[in-house]
């Protein structure tokens, strides 16, 4: 039976894969060349979840959202007035990711929505060409994404936006700047450094501020080490990250079990600790999922990681159908789409710095907490960047929370303590 069951798993995604690849020429061949535009019709795809989504959760289609077709599920949403809970999924996720916090959250009250973003999942009307302009990938677009939808499903504000992952930095600038709407916030994983910062009072001799390295800069260091490392937000803005991993060797599934695997509490090489400066031998601590080796893709970085079928048999956070909702979503769309924010939202795109230069000095004043799992690397990747944004860039932050049992993945590695942080933390600072 098992056998049955993994070979039409294994057909069914050689299927999807294929189709999107149909799908993808047939678009070519008639638009310009400025790009591909998603639009796949999605009352032509297998229900959301594969069946894997509680009950009590919905997936819903809502157009004209800041040019896009938004995929999203939602709970509570039977009930109207409402107020609302945005949850902003990381990569390489979904809003498939939120589904084990949903469902409390809606039982406290609330109408809890969690989108594909752009370049993600089910949602359309974004270029997943390489060679497409990035810019509606920047922070700012991304956060009128975030208004937009808010809009569209009838609320002015949110009681609280999370974010998790490569959603942190969505979820906080559109606190920073909108905090009319984003009544509060929950980071998670990825710390928020906060806006850069302009010279200031330079007229009267005081010095410019130091430019922090760069991720080319930090690359050159790292390349030097014995053996050669590579800092992975270099790889994933590289052409061939997408079809590195798309067409993994090990195949598309097994690729996103390891990949989970080594990023979970479950690796038990997962021991982060804060790093004392933003240099090659110190980022050199980090796994190679975050510090690659040199001459390797995610591919056959994650591939010796692959864990025994015993664990895989017993492993309740992220059972087989699960992983083949993420093997399915992403066999379709490709990665391009979901790379596209490392390219301008992260290090130092001069565009992007300069779009953010203009809140330089603001800071994130509504009420904050932090979560994130004591064996994710994520806390401390970016040195210094905690002690950051809880001494100065959120100036409100009532909670940091490190959670025991989990790694990268926290609210499906312990979903129910994030749920209950979630909770209390509502129900102490939330307003509607």
């Not at 999942?121 to 974004?126: E, L, P």
């Not at 060679?131 to 808010?150: C, E, H, Q, S, Y």
């Not at 989970?260 to 933003?278: I, W």
């Amino acid at each position: 039976m098992h056998a049955n069951i993994d070979l039409s798993r294994r057909a069914f995604l050689a299927t999807t894969t294929a189709a999107v690849g149909l799908g993808r020429f047939a678009v070519a061949q008639g638009t310009p060349p400025r790009g591909s535009i998603v639009r796949t019709d999605v009352s032509t795809l297998p229900p959301y979840g594969n069946g894997t989504i509680p009950a009590g959760i919905r997936s819903r289609q809502i157009a004209n959202v800041n040019g896009m077709t938004v995929h999203m599920l939602e709970a509570g949403y039977e009930t109207p007035g409402r107020p609302a809970v945005l949850l902003l999924h990381g990569f390489p996720e979904l809003a498939y990711s939120w589904r084990k916090v949903m469902l409390s959250l809606a039982a406290a009250g609330y109408h809890v929505i969690a989108p594909d973003q752009r370049g993600y999942g089910r949602t359309i009307g974004w270029d997943d060409s390489y060679d497409v302009d990035p810019d509606p990938f920047r922070i700012l677009n991304m956060t009128r994404d975030a208004i937009g939808l808010v809009y569209a499903l009838g609320h002015r504000s949110v009681a609280m936006v999370v974010g998790h992952d490569a959603g942190a930095p969505v979820a906080s600038w559109a606190a920073l700047i909108r905090p009319d709407i984003f009544r509060s916030i929950t980071i998670m994983s990825s710390p928020f450094e906060g806006a850069p910062s302009l010279p200031f009072d330079t007229a009267s001799g005081a010095p410019p501020p130091r430019p922090a390295i760069t991720d080319d800069e930090l690359d050159a260091e790292l390349a030097k080490l014995n053996p050669p490392r590579k800092y992975y937000q270099n790889y994933q803005r590289t052409r061939g990250a997408n079809d590195d991993m798309l067409h993994a060797p090990q195949g598309l599934h097994a690729f996103f079990r390891a990949y989970y695997f080594y990023k979970s509490a479950d690796y038990k090489g997962n021991n982060p600790h804060p790093l004392k400066a933003r240099t090659a031998e110190e980022m050199a601590q980090i796994p190679t999922y975050y510090v690659m080796e040199k001459d390797k893709g995610m591919a056959a970085t994650v591939a010796p990681f692959m864990p025994p079928a015993d664990y895989i048999a017993s492993c309740k956070w992220l059972t087989e159908p699960e992983v083949d909702v993420y093997a399915a979503e992403y066999g379709r769309t490709g990665f391009t789409g979901a790379l596209q924010g490392y390219r301008v939202r992260r290090g130092s795109d001069p565009r992007s710095i300069a779009e953010m230069h203009t809140f330089s000095g603001r800071t994130i004043d509504v009420p904050s907490q932090y979560i994130a799992g004591k064996s994710d690397w994520g806390v401390y990747q970016t040195p210094g960047a905690v002690d950051k944004m809880r001494s100065s860039a959120c100036t409100r932050m009532v909670g940091f929370h490190l959670l025991d049992g989990a790694g990268h993945w926290v609210q499906q590695e312990q979903p129910e303590r994030v749920s209950a942080l979630l909770l209390q933390f509502l129900r102490d600072y939330a307003k509607s």
